[in-house]
T-cell receptor
Framework: DGGITQSPKYLFRKEGQNVTLSCEQN?????MYWYRQDPGQGLRLIYY???????QKGDIAEGYSVSREKKESFPLTVTSAQKNPTAFYLC????????????FGPGTRLTVL | AQKITQTQPGMFVQEKEAVTLDCTYD???????LFWYKQPSSGEMIFLIY??????QNATEGRYSLNFQKARKSANLVISASQLGDSAMYFC??????????????FGAGTRLAVHP
């Protein structure tokens, strides 16, 4: 089945540690996105990528980093510089970056202890 | 600035009845798109329905329809014949512009729908 997978579903981290969230898609989509969701709020864009080896900052990129070495994969690293990393993280993809609908993965819930 | 407003934090509906979830938007772009997503307790965002700003007719997808009133800048979601499985958070979103013509989604704060038997 085609879709977007994110792992792990739940992640716990100690303060000061970097952690990487996985996002993989087999939809052959060119564009991929990372969003952050805080309780009671909508989603905010962290980073996006339109093609391999290219990515751009979204609205709240500080304290995060990404890579896009393969079309299928767009991992997100939450660094120790992110001041309030506890949140729900959602990865999305679309056929291209223009007018296409974005489809989402199941999300990763990150908790900093 | 582009913005989505959902003024109903929570809504209740009886099973098998219809419910309308409100969404208003603000944009100066002549071309835009409006989306509705469902987020059940599991967390995944499920795409429901899309309306383009130049579409002449309101979008429909099964039990979901979008009441698009361009002059009023509203894009309300109508769910007909509610089912218990419709209980979830519902988000209205608008396609916003990024550099290079690419798009991001701008989300409202969401409406929590509870369907009662």
């Amino acid at each position: 089945d085609g879709g977007i997978t994110q792992s792990p579903k739940y992640l716990f981290r100690k303060e000061g540690q970097n952690v990487t969230l996985s996002c993989e898609q087999n939809l052959n989509h060119d564009a991929m996105y990372w969003y952050r969701q805080d309780p009671g709020q909508g989603l905010r864009l962290i980073y996006y990528s339109q093609i391999v080896n290219d990515f751009q900052k979204g609205d709240i990129a500080e304290g995060y980093s990404v890579s896009r070495e393969k079309k299928e994969s767009f991992p997100l690293t939450v660094t120790s510089a992110q001041k309030n990393p506890t949140a729900f993280y959602l990865c999305a993809s679309s056929i291209a970056g223009g007018l296409d609908t974005q489809y989402f993965g199941p999300g990763t819930r990150l908790t900093v202890l | 600035a582009q913005k989505i407003t959902q003024t109903q934090p929570g809504m209740f509906v009886q099973e098998k009845e219809a419910v309308t979830l409100d969404c208003t938007y603000d944009t100066s772009d002549p071309s835009y798109g409006l989306f509705w997503y469902k987020q059940p307790s599991s967390g995944e965002m499920i795409f429901l329905i899309y309306q383009g700003s130049y579409d002449q007719q309101n979008a429909t997808e099964g039990r979901y329809s979008l009441n698009f009133q361009k002059a009023r800048k509203s894009a309300n979601l109508v769910i007909s014949a509610s089912q218990l499985g419709d209980s979830a958070m519902y988000f209205c979103a608008m396609r916003g512009s990024l550099s290079g013509g690419y798009n991001k989604l701008i989300f409202g704060a969401g409406t929590r729908l509870a369907v009662h038997p």
